[in-house]
């Protein structure tokens, strides 16, 4: 098979780094092969799966991301997650599951030399039900290849994450909570049934109605992995039609959300888009001139059987304006993509939040004079639930260049959490960095219960150790206690009455040393979102299984290389495997210029390597022969056009 000969061939080139695993390791290495699971060694491989989309300052950085996994597993069936899991287990390795490590919470970060279970190729859509409306999948799908194939057979997603391009599973153990939530409510609501394995090695399959459902919604993936799911889905809608509506202050806008609530329009979805977000909005939106008012927004997602349900009666109790169709359209368009502005930092730190809307205008007015207080400008935009809720997603640009400036700022994300919390919010997922606030996000009752099953099911803490269900936590330094117990609430509280004297430091430290305009590469490395959404859609990727060969593994690469720490040779080699077809740059949260930077990067790596013309040539004949290639052609993804040929070899 062509995928397998390129594997293959890449395997044997760190094949030498299997000498450097200790026996329990090397023991699970072996038994695993034998099983015929893929297991990558590289250390940049390695490297790349010891992050998320969080980017913490250094000094957190140093003392909390400095585990790096020993071995990397990815099974393609289910069959072979329960055979790693039992592996680990009667080995004593501690291991976690990865799927596209789309969020910024540190839920996936993995334990020092343990093994990341990497689920992204235990993908698949298995059963497409039109009658029944249900679609069976593997957990590690990407919703937005669900949703294309969905497409083809007239259906559509009920709800789906921000990030169109995470896992399905994974999106189900973080909570849910997203695109069209209002109408559908999160995701656990149209889960039929997940298979899954837990701690101890034993699979089961589990409907709602089973007691032990609810271990997997929202914990993160330390009580099992879910391999399998069955979800609802529905027809897709005949009419849709998108409208936006301003007003001139947060209160009226709240008061006309509360109105379109009451009146029983037939919405998919609402989204709130507060002052500051619309000021960005036209400044990223390349039309002539200031398309909206500097004013907040509401965009309302109509759906509907016939174009009558798509004019609906507006609230006439509250003062409001349309905005032009097109930047309704637009902005709907955009929903996947929230984090535009990021480029412009480059950096960018913030808080996501599930507000009542009864808070939300002191709230925010709250959050943007602290915000003003740092010297920076916070924008939000929100996903209005239909209970009375809001999900609150809170940005604002940063520079991680400058760590004094960017570690102040590190704190006033903290301090943005802290603030809802006082206005009765609760963070939206714990992983790592909302330790602190767990206590605000699961009641002490789950949580209790969720503890004494961790226990029951993973005595010896192998599972996503160091999460907030472990005894002992990844925040178990000095720092980490500070994090992790009720000193930082009464410690955040002072931070936020000094607030104006820390904000006034900040603009002094902000207003020193402006660097100069980043190349492509600099500009692209710093302002990488970590998303993964170019991992998915990468045909480098799909025949070779590795990371290191999209987007977000070049960058982090090129980030090391920047620091003092240049790859192997047989790294180096795969970073010239691209087919330069765009992809990553369409589905590119920031809309960096990745490829101008990748060509920095090939030419700092062929004056140090060379470079590696017979194994690109071998690389661009396997891509073009493969189904997976053709696949991403026939869905639009790619351009025919685009990228090289084979026989171009010379010209990448």
Request: with cysteine; charged share 25%.
């Amino acid at each position: 098979m062509p995928k397998k000969k390129m594997r293959q061939l890449l395997e044997e080139l760190e094949s030498d780094t299997v000498d450097e695993l200790d026996d329990d390791l090397l023991a699970v290495y072996r038994a695993l092969r034998k099983t015929g699971v893929e297991i990558l060694l590289s250390e940049s491989e390695r490297v790349v799966r010891s992050i998320d989309a969080s980017e913490p300052p250094k000094f957190v950085s140093a003392i909390l991301l400095s585990d790096v996994p020993s071995i990397i597993a990815k099974p393609k069936d289910p069959d072979q997650v329960r055979r790693c899991v039992q592996l680990c287990r009667r080995h004593g390795v501690p291991l976690v599951v990865r799927g596209a490590a789309s969020s910024a919470f540190g839920a996936v970060l993995p334990p020092d030399g343990g093994l990341v279970l990497d689920i992204g190729e235990l993908a698949g859509i298995l059963s497409i039900d039109r009658e029944r409306l249900l679609v069976n999948v593997l957990s590690g799908t990407r919703w937005a290849d669900l949703s294309l194939e969905l497409k083809k057979s007239g259906l559509a997603l009920k709800s789906s994450p921000s990030s169109l391009f995470s896992t399905i599973g994974g999106w189900f153990s973080t909570g849910g909570i997203g695109i069209n939530s209002f109408s559908f409510g999160e995701i656990s609501r149209h889960v039929r049934q997940i298979n899954v394995v837990f701690p101890n090695g034993k699979a089961a399959s589990l409907s709602p109605k089973d007691p032990r459902f609810k271990l997997f919604m929202g914990t993160e993936g330390q009580l099992g992995v879910v391999t399998e799911l069955i979800l609802s889905v529905r027809l897709a809608p005949k009419y849709t039609r998108a409208l936006l509506l301003q007003t001139s202050t947060d209160a009226h806008a709240f008061r006309l959300i509360v109105s379109v609530l009451r009146s029983g329009m037939p919405l998919a979805h609402m989204l709130y888009f507060d002052e500051n977000r619309c000021k960005e909005i036209n400044r990223l939106t390349p039309i002539p001139g200031k398309p909206l008012h500097e004013a907040p927004a509401v965009l309302l997602q109509i759906e509907g059987d016939s174009l009558e349900a798509l004019e609906p009666r507006l609230p006439a109790d509250v003062s409001w304006s349309a905005a032009p169709e097109f930047m309704a359209n637009l902005l709907w368009n955009e929903r996947y993509f929230p984090m535009r502005g990021r480029r412009h930092g480059p950096g960018m730190l913030g808080a996501e939040l599930i507000v009542p809307l009864s808070s939300m205008p002191r709230y925010l007015a709250r959050i943007r004079k602290l915000g003003r207080m740092f010297g920076v400008n916070v924008t939000s935009d929100a996903h209005i639930l239909s209970d009375g809720e809001a999900l609150v997603l809170s940005f604002f640009n940063t520079d991680q260049r400058r760590q004094i400036m960017y570690s102040i700022h590190a704190a006033l994300s903290m301090l943005i959490t802290r603030v809802g919390i006082e206005f009765k919010g609760r963070p939206y997922a714990i992983g790592v960095w909302n330790q602190p606030f767990s206590s605000f996000v699961i009641s002490r009752e789950r949580m209790d219960e969720l503890r004494r099953r961790k226990q029951e099911l993973d005595p010896d803490d192998l599972f996503n150790p160091g999460k907030f269900l472990s005894t002992s936590s990844k925040l178990s330094t000095t720092f980490g206690i500070f994090l992790k117990e009720r000193i930082p609430l009464f410690a955040l509280g002072s931070l936020l009455a000094a607030a104006e004297f820390i904000g006034r430091l900040s603009r002094s430290i902000l207003s020193v040393g402006r660097r100069e305009e980043p190349s492509p590469l600099d500009l692209s490395l710093l302002a990488c979102a970590r998303c993964g959404a170019c991992v998915s859609v990468c045909p480098a990727y799909i025949v070779t299984g590795r990371e290191l060969v999209t987007g977000r593994g070049k960058l982090l690469i090129a980030r090391r290389i920047m620091n003092g720490e240049m790859p192997s040779e047989a790294e180096a080699r795969e970073i010239f495997l691209c087919m330069k077809c765009r992809a990553c740059e369409e589905v590119c949260q920031t809309r960096l210029p990745l490829l101008s930077a990748y060509e920095e990067l090939e030419e700092i790596l062929e004056a140090e390597f060379g470079r590696p013309k017979e194994l690109i040539e071998g690389f661009v004949a396997e891509v073009e022969a493969s189904p997976e290639y053709e696949r991403l052609m026939y869905d639009g993804v790619i351009s025919p056009d685009a990228g090289i040929k084979e026989g171009e070899s010379d010209a990448v």
